[in-house]
């Protein structure tokens, strides 16, 4: 495998991961619970998308095929996705969206916290610009936690469910593989090791703040790497690129 090759992939985890959750954060869009959360949720969702489109669009310029963000986003199948597992988890309930979201923002808040020393200038700069939009949904989504773990005994056995629902998706956000270890080597990429300490950390903490117990560990899904997914992402593409597949050409 080329270095070319690894950061064509190294940039579709990042921008499948992005558009993916957007996509699951939008369908928030007019069922929040009340007003300011559906706005708040709509907005992390463009934010997310907004981030996608900067890596699919430079994944599509280092692979040199004229493939556009619309082509990537719209026309790969299933199979061709490298979104972490833990992103296209159903939204649930509004306890379960919390959860997952605080479990991806503090993986993102830590990994692009490293990877704005990334030695690939574009990298660099999408993680720069994409932190600030991440500290704010890590916020969001902590205070929630916290607010549901310390609130009533119905809100606190809901939280403490969907965060032990989930564990079992977090150990994706951490693999590597050929392409990280080529990348390292590069000064591109980061440790994913590394990346997790901090994030054990994080998630510590604000556990301990919402009175809840941090899940026992257990076996951890896999397929991020290989493009391996559980049975929601078909469901989720086929709604998301229903539009570029019935009227081709459309664009975002």
Same mark, same amino acid.
């Given at each position: 495998?080329?270095? =070319?090759?690894?950061?064509?992939?190294?940039?579709?985890?990042?921008?499948?991961?992005? /558009?993916?959750?957007?996509?699951?954060?939008?369908?928030?869009?007019? =069922?929040? *619970?009340?007003? +300011?959360?559906?706005?708040?949720?709509?907005?992390?969702?463009?934010?997310?998308?907004?981030?996608?489109?900067?890596?699919?669009?430079?994944?599509?310029?280092?692979?040199?095929?004229?493939?556009? &963000?619309?082509?990537?986003?719209?026309?790969? #199948?299933?199979? $061709?996705?490298?979104?972490?597992?833990?992103? $296209?988890? *159903?939204?649930? %309930?509004?306890?379960?969206?919390?959860?997952?979201?605080?479990?991806?923002?503090?993986?993102?808040?830590?990994?692009?916290?490293?990877?704005?020393?990334? #030695?690939? &200038?574009?990298?660099?700069?999408?993680?720069?610009?994409?932190?600030?939009?991440?500290?704010? %949904?890590?916020? %969001?989504?902590? &205070?929630?936690?916290?607010?549901?773990?310390?609130?009533?005994? $119905?809100?606190?056995?809901?939280?403490? +469910?969907?965060?032990?629902?989930?564990?079992?998706?977090?150990?994706?956000?951490?693999?590597? =593989?050929?392409?990280?270890?080529? /990348?390292?080597?590069?000064?591109?990429?980061?440790?994913?090791?590394?990346?997790?300490?901090?994030?054990?950390?994080?998630? =510590?903490?604000?556990? +301990?703040?919402?009175?809840?117990?941090?899940? +026992?560990?257990?076996?951890?899904?896999?397929?991020?790497?290989?493009?391996?997914?559980?049975?929601?992402?078909?469901?989720?593409?086929? &709604?998301?690129?229903? /539009?570029?597949?019935?009227?081709? #050409?459309?664009?975002?």
């Amino acid at each position: 495998m080329t270095t =070319n090759e690894a950061l064509i992939n190294y940039c579709l985890r990042l921008g499948d991961s992005s /558009l993916i959750l957007g996509q699951r954060m939008s369908e928030w869009c007019s =069922n929040g *619970p009340i007003l +300011e959360e559906d706005i708040a949720m709509t907005n992390v969702a463009l934010d997310l998308i907004g981030q996608s489109r900067t890596m699919l669009t430079y994944a599509g310029k280092l692979e040199g095929k004229g493939r556009t &963000e619309d082509d990537l986003a719209y026309k790969r #199948e299933e199979r $061709e996705f490298y979104n972490t597992l833990l992103s $296209e988890r *159903p939204n649930g %309930h509004f306890g379960d969206t919390v959860a997952r979201n605080f479990l991806h923002s503090a993986f993102f808040y830590h990994l692009f916290q490293a990877l704005k020393s990334s #030695e690939d &200038e574009m990298i660099a700069a999408h993680a720069a610009k994409s932190i600030k939009e991440v500290t704010y %949904h890590l916020r %969001h989504s902590s &205070e929630w936690l916290v607010r549901l773990g310390d609130g009533t005994e $119905e809100s606190h056995n809901k939280i403490q +469910e969907s965060l032990n629902d989930l564990w079992e998706f977090t150990g994706d956000l951490f693999e590597m =593989n050929e392409v990280d270890e080529i /990348l390292i080597k590069e000064g591109i990429a980061v440790d994913l090791a590394e990346v997790k300490k901090e994030w054990d950390k994080t998630i =510590n903490q604000v556990i +301990e703040r919402a009175t809840l117990t941090k899940p +026992e560990e257990c076996y951890m899904q896999s397929g991020r790497l290989n493009a391996m997914h559980s049975e929601y992402l078909g469901h989720l593409i086929a &709604e998301m690129q229903f /539009l570029q597949r019935a009227y081709p #050409e459309a664009q975002w």
